[in-house]
């Protein structure tokens, strides 16, 4: 019953920085925790950053932790990632989705859903 979209991808020279956004409609994500995911050609899809429903903790991948910041408005029903200091190997889909299932945030896939059509980021060098 929600609906994503994620936009702001593109083309950037390695060094530079992108901000993603994510916005959600059909229903309110206020009481959701909400997560970036990334996959890349010949690659698994991997997580990348979560916030809480309250914007008030997050969690990062060690590949990103440092370099990304999650964050969330929930009056306007989105979720961004700023992305800085980004290197060849970030390059990938990312996609916004909502966790639907266990009681704290979480970086497992499988409790994610309503998966966005994605962003593409490529990062020159």
């Known amino acids: 019953q929600v609906q994503l979209v994620e936009s702001g991808g593109g083309l950037v020279q390695a060094g530079g920085s992108l901000r993603l956004s994510c916005a959600a409609s059909g229903r309110t994500i206020d009481y959701y925790a909400m997560a970036w995911f990334r996959q890349a050609p010949g690659k698994e899809r991997e997580f990348v950053a979560v916030?809480?429903?309250?914007?008030?903790?997050?969690y990062y991948a060690d590949s990103v932790k440092g370099r990304f910041t999650i964050s969330r408005d929930n009056a306007k029903s989105t979720v961004d990632l700023q992305m800085n200091t980004l290197k060849f190997e970030d390059t990938a889909r990312y996609y916004c989705?909502?966790?639907?299932?266990?009681?704290?945030?979480?970086?497992?896939?499988?409790?994610?859903?309503?998966w966005g059509q994605g962003t593409q980021v490529t990062v020159s060098s």
């Open positions: 989705a909502v966790q639907i299932s266990g009681k704290f945030v979480t970086t497992w896939q499988t409790s994610y859903g309503y």
């Open positions: 916030i809480s429903d309250t914007g008030r903790n997050t």
